[in-house]
Each structure stands twice: as C-alpha cells, then as structure tokens.
C-alpha cells in the first residue's frame, strides 16, 4: 500500500534477491533480536502547561518571551498540551507498538527554584506518565535535562557558575529518588555541546549569551555535573539502573573538500564532538581546545568526568561541513554541503552513510560503546491527503536510508542496540518556532488534535518486522 512509484519500474528487470526482497516489502535489514524500538522527545517541546502545578519559569520561557528571539513569536507555553494529553500520546506509542519512549523531567516543575525545594505536584506529572508507560509495556528513559534550566539558576550565572555541577546533582538523586523504582534507564543530559554552542556562544538558543568563554564554561560544567550525578547515583542507585548521556555527534568536513578548509574543521569537530566525547570516555580535553578549558579544569575533575556509561545515546542528523571564518565562535562558520546533496526543511545535508561513519569511528577511536540512537529525523513539509492522511514520504525515506544505515554499521561491528526517531509529535522547534516539523505525528496548532503521519504507520512497521520495511 505504501509501495510506489519506482518499483513499477522495476518489473521484469532481473532483480538481486536483496532487491527482489525490497520490492516485495520484505525488510532488506533485520536487526539484532532485543533491538530497541522506541521514540524521542522534550519537555520544553511538548509539554505546555508552563504555569500548571507550581512549575516556575525555565531559561526557555524567558528567552522565547524576548521579541525577536524565536520566529513568529512562538513560544512553549502551549507546546503540544502534553502535560494534559500525555494519556493520547501514550496511546499513540502503544499502537505503533514502540517499546521504549525517551522523555525528559523539566526541572523547574520539580524544583522550581532549581535548588532547595521540591516540589511534589511537578514529581506527580512524571509518576502518571511512567506509570502510563508501563502499564501499556513501554519502557520509560528520562532524561535529566534537555535545555529547560530554571530561570532562578540562570540568575545566578546558570552553566557557567561552576556550583551548577552540584546544582544538577542534588535534582537528578531527587527525581531518581522518586521514579527510581519504576525507570531503569537514566541519561544525565541531552545535546550539552549544542546548548553550550548556540545557547552560551552564538546566543541563538536560551539563555542567549554569547562568547567562547562562556561556551567553554557551560561545556565544562555540563560534563563535570554529569560525572558527579553518575557517580552520586551509582553510589546510592540500584543495581539495575542504566546510566548514561546523549551527545550530538556528527562526522565533521572541510567545506567544499578543501585542504584549506581542513583546519576550521578540525577545530568545529574539536568543540562540537571530542569536547564531550573525548573527557568522558578518554579523560582529556581535546589539544586544540586545551587553552580554553585550563582555567575551568579543577584537580581531580577529569577523573570525575571519565565514567564507564552504560550506554552512550547518540543524536545523528547530518555531516557538518566547516570552513573559517574570522567572526565565528572559534573561528569557523558553516560551509554548504557537496552540490547535489538533497537537504532537509532545516538546510542540513541528508547523508545516512555519515550515520555508518559515525558509528564506526565510535567504535574504533572509543571502544565501542554500546549506542542508542537517540534522535534522528528530518524537518519536512507534509500535508493532510484526501483520505485525511498526514502524506510524508521523504521522511519515511529519511528514517529507511539511515535505518539502512545503521544496520550496515552493526554489520561492520557496531555495537548499536536501538532506535528512537526524533520525534513522536510536531513541536516547539527551539528558535525555530512551530514552523518546523520533526514528527511522526502532526498536532493541529488550534485544536491540538494529533494525526499520525504514514511515517508513524511505516515506523509501526518497522518494529513490527523488526527491520526495515520496503517503500
Ligand atoms: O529538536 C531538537 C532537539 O531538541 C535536540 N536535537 C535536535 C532536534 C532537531 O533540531
């Protein structure tokens, strides 16, 4: 039924028996037996209800209330009225049959003050959605922080107040405290090396500052905290928690395949990747970095930081392409992708094979730790057809390409264990506002009424075949 188009031309060509398999939607890659299926989201980006149950403002709220900060003056305060509908959207995972749902807790609903008090109506929101969760067998993985830092936090310097690392580390043992028994698997944050970048460097996201020493600092803070809640939980955690973090890691290139380029592009990847990856599963900063990080680095914080994780989340979207630029962050600025390379709504390449290239070096230059992906998707437009069926083939392409893609990676020794497409629904897009579309899912902006799209339908099948379906 959502086999078209090419195939017919396909017929009476001698086919290979991979290609026979596709055309008759077997699945061409089946994946390893207990791969994970599941789905990505954010607090700031669905929930809403910003005001409800005593939650206190976030740097996001702040930050989109400032005119000119986000397109259309969009802002969270009704993202997709999750706080409230959060049963639907269960439902909606439950149909789809995902079996994993990658959440994160908003911090200024559970301590509103970021420290100090906690507030147990905020607690009582994250306890009806996991028990909801679990009562339709999907397993429940928080996330402690996706970006929405309590605005009381940031009054006192946020992420580059060093006090933030014990900061994050007295909220993570208060949620795991009281959802501990019921959520096994727990990532300390999501994406630091972005929310450091553009929302501590370039100013483009919250909480708006802007300069590399600031970045450096949010990135230090970030991976001390969560070397010090890792091992705080660890210390008085349960055996059968699984600890870990999700970085945005993606394969980083000389704009234009240019030697001269080639510089700007190792320092981009040295900021963007290794300053993460490098402390955390190495114990060091990356060289052409280790100016920047010398004041922050305090005796004994490496050690802190250099945890063995669980599992390491990765969130992959596309190679970035890198060449200098005096006025940049460090010097460098985006350059365009290779000609002809189809891009998405958001301008970023679609590459999957950087995907099996990412993996890889994952394996190779960090032993191989055992990945999740934890977010990949596409903004694409779509449209409701005359069956009232959300249409959305380029991004049922986009997830099959790189399901491919990460398949022909474990083929290659990859120890990646699972999947979780960004996003389950339409949200707040960052400074992007509500004009871009992740999700399998589209939600009406007036009437908040939720429209699975054929990718949520392919992604059904998806895990239903465990593999990828052909289309
Ligand atoms: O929406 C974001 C998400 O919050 C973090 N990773 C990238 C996504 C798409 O931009």
Redesign the pocket.
């Known amino acids: 039924m959502r086999r078209r188009g090419f195939l017919g031309a396909l017929a009476g060509a001698a086919l290979t028996p991979r290609a026979a398999a596709f055309a008759q939607g077997a699945p061409v890659d089946r994946f390893p037996e207990g791969f994970v299926w599941g789905v ?1 989201t ?1 607090s700031y ?1 669905i929930e809403g209800a910003v005001e409800a149950d005593g939650r206190a403002p976030s740097i996001w709220d702040t930050f989109s209330r400032t005119p000119g900060k986000v397109a259309n003056g969009d802002t969270g305060d009704a993202a997709c009225d999750h706080y409230n509908r959060y049963l639907e959207d269960v439902e909606l995972m439950a149909r789809a049959r995902m079996r994993a749902y990658r959440f994160s807790i908003a911090w200024p609903r559970v301590m509103p003050t970021g420290e100090g008090a906690v507030n147990a109506k905020g607690l009582d929101f994250y306890e009806r959605l996991v028990d909801a969760l679990l009562a339709r067998g999907i397993e429940p993985w928080a996330c402690l922080f ?2 929405d830092l309590p605005q009381a936090l940031q009054d006192k310097g946020g992420w580059t107040n060093r006090d933030s690392a014990q900061w994050f580390t007295d909220y993570a043992l208060v949620v795991a405290g009281r959802l501990g028994d019921r959520v096994n698997h727990w990532a300390m944050f ?2 630091p090396n ?1 929310f450091a970048i553009f929302g501590h460097g370039v100013g483009t996201h919250a909480p708006g500052l802007t300069g590399r020493a600031n970045c450096m600092a949010a990135i230090h803070h970030q991976n001390l905290a969560q070397g010090m809640a890792i091992r705080a939980l660890r210390g008085g955690g349960r055996p059968a928690w699984r600890l870990g973090t999700v970085l ?1 890691v993606q394969p980083i290139r000389p704009a234009g395949g240019l030697e001269a380029n080639r510089p700007a592009a190792a320092m981009w990847d040295a900021l963007w990747n290794r300053a993460c990856l490098d402390p955390l599963f190495l114990g060091r900063y990356p060289d052409l970095l280790a100016a920047d990080f010398e004041p922050l680095v305090k005796p004994g914080d490496l050690a802190v930081i250099r945890q063995a994780v669980n599992y390491l989340g990765i ?1 992959y ?1 596309s190679r970035l392409y890198q060449q200098p630029d005096p006025g940049g962050l460090v010097g460098t600025g985006f350059g365009p992708p290779p000609p002809g390379v189809k891009v998405t709504g ?1 301008g970023w390449p679609v590459e999957p094979d950087g995907l099996t290239e990412q993996l890889l070096e994952l394996r190779d230059r960090y032993r191989n730790p055992l990945v999740y992906i934890m ?1 990949n ?1 596409a ?1 694409f437009y779509d449209w409701v057809g005359p069956e009232g069926k959300a249409e959305d083939g380029e991004r049922i392409a986009f997830i099959r390409d790189h399901l491919r893609a990460g398949a022909e990676a474990i083929r290659q020794g990859a120890n990646l264990k699972g999947w979780f497409p ?2 389950l629904l339409d ?1 707040f ?2 400074a ?1 506002g509500y004009a ?1 579309h ?1 999700g399998l899912v589209q939600v009406d902006r007036s009437t908040m009424k939720r429209t699975p799209k054929a990718s949520y339908h392919w992604y059904a099948d998806a895990i239903r075949m465990n593999g990828v379906p052909g289309y």
Request: negative net charge; proline residues 0%; without cysteine.
């Open positions: 990505s954010s980006q996706h970006w999501n994406e972005v945005s969130n979207y958001m977010e998707g903004d960004w996003t949200n897009e960052w992007e871009r992740f």
